[in-house]
Structures are given as structure tokens and as C-alpha cells.
């Protein structure tokens, strides 16, 4: 069966300080990748999403950058962390169009 | 951006009682799809209605689609304590949308018992 790892659950960071979480699918192969976004009491927001290994397509202009290094991994990070990067995390993979997607557990980021 | 809106934000009701939660959007769609988030947690996928469907059932779950009104609601049948969680609407667009979801703003349903 299918599985999607995601860490660290939470993470405290400085301003100016660099990011780097992943997310790691196990079960599948060639599986589309997402990471999404959550604020406080909101619905998810896509960030990016990648269609195979060394494809990454930005959905919003931001701080944050993305890459997918393996068939199965799945990348965000930042150089310099803002405090407006606060947020919840979420990776995510689907076969493509017309499937369901998989969630991991989501990263609570907070920037001081 | 955010797709469109739920309703009611908020909705509290006894244990045994149906919860009904509605979904509009503005786009066409290939699907749209109904998740449930428990507190701090992921997303579970609950069920997925095609644009060319108009009802799904699984389980206590009844899902409508009207297309002509860019609408959804999602039904619980005889709620328990545990379905106390937020639901989400996603849509996943017409077209080559590589499976990228949109998603609404999220009912927070609380069950009591």
C-alpha cells in the first residue's frame, strides 16, 4: 500500500534563517506531487506541484522554493524564512487528473 | 485562489442528527472531491463525484453535484462524536490540471454527544 512521510510535525524557526522540509512517498511510482498551504482556519492554498523528477511548477509567488530530487521525494525550503511564512504544511501525491490525492500529516512552521 | 465558498462555516448538532455542508466554485471541473481534516492533522480523502455524476453514496455519505449551479453538498447521515472535523470541497479543474486541487474555505462540523 501507499505511503506518504512527511517531517518534521513541527518546526520553530528565526527570521532569516533557511527551511528544508521533505516528503517522501513510498508504494507508487512516477506519482504527481504537491505542497500545499494551510492559515489558521482557512482552506489550502497549492504552492507548488511536480509532474516527475526535476519538474516544478510554482503556482504562487512567494519566499518558498521546491524540488524534487527523486521519483519519490519531494522538497520545500527557503533560504531567509519571513514571519509571513508561518503556516501549516501539507505534501501531498495523486495519480494525476481524476484521482484522489494523499496527504501527509502537515508541518506546523512558525517564524519568530 | 481560493475556488469558492462553504457553507455554513461553522455547524453544531447533536449525535444522531444529519450534517449537511454545501460547496460552491466558480470554474469547470473535471471532479470535485470532499476531505475531512481532524485538528492539526492531514487531509483524508472521503469521496470523489465526476462532473458527469450527480449523486454518490459511501457509507453515511451522500455527495450531490449540480454542475448547471456549480454547487455540492455533502451529507452525513446519523453523525457520530467522531465525525467532529473540518471538511473541505476541492475541485480539480477541466482540462490538464495535473491533478492540482482547489480548495474551499472548510466547514467546521462539531457532533456532540
Known amino acids: 500500500s501507499q505511503t506518504i512521510h512527511q517531517w518534521p510535525a513541527t518546526l520553530v524557526q528565526p527570521v532569516g534563517s533557511p527551511l528544508s522540509l521533505e516528503c517522501t512517498v513510498e508504494?507508487?511510482?512516477?506519482?504527481?506531487l504537491y505542497w500545499y498551504r494551510q492559515a489558521a482556519g482557512r482552506g489550502l492554498q497549492l504552492l507548488f506541484y511536480?509532474?516527475?523528477?526535476?519538474?516544478i511548477s510554482s503556482e504562487v509567488p512567494q519566499n518558498l522554493s521546491a524540488s524534487r530530487p527523486q521519483d519519490r521525494q519531494f522538497i520545500l525550503s527557503s533560504k531567509k524564512l519571513l514571519l509571513s511564512d508561518s503556516g501549516f504544511y501539507l505534501c501531498?501525491?495523486?495519480?494525476?487528473?481524476?484521482?484522489?490525492?494523499?496527504f501527509g500529516q502537515g508541518t506546523r512552521l512558525t517564524v519568530v | 485562489s481560493q475556488q469558492g465558498e462553504e457553507d455554513p462555516q461553522a455547524l453544531s448538532i447533536q449525535e444522531g442528527e444529519n450534517a449537511t455542508m454545501n460547496c460552491s466554485y466558480k470554474t469547470s471541473i473535471n471532479n470535485l472531491q470532499w476531505y475531512r481534516q481532524n485538528s492539526g492533522r492531514g487531509l483524508v480523502h472521503l469521496i470523489l463525484i465526476r462532473s458527469n455524476e450527480r449523486e454518490k453514496h459511501s457509507g453515511r455519505l451522500r455527495v450531490t453535484l449540480d454542475t448547471s449551479k456549480k454547487s455540492s453538498s455533502l451529507l452525513i447521515t446519523a453523525s457520530r462524536a467522531a465525525d467532529t472535523a473540518s471538511y473541505f470541497c476541492a475541485t480539480d479543474g477541466s482540462g490538464t490540471s495535473y491533478g492540482k486541487l482547489t480548495f474551499g474555505q472548510g466547514t467546521i462540523l462539531t457532533v456532540h454527544p
Open positions: 501531498a501525491w495523486s495519480q494525476g487528473v481524476g484521482a484522489e490525492a494523499f
Open positions: 508504494g507508487t511510482s512516477n506519482p504527481n
Open positions: 511536480s509532474v516527475g523528477i526535476g519538474q
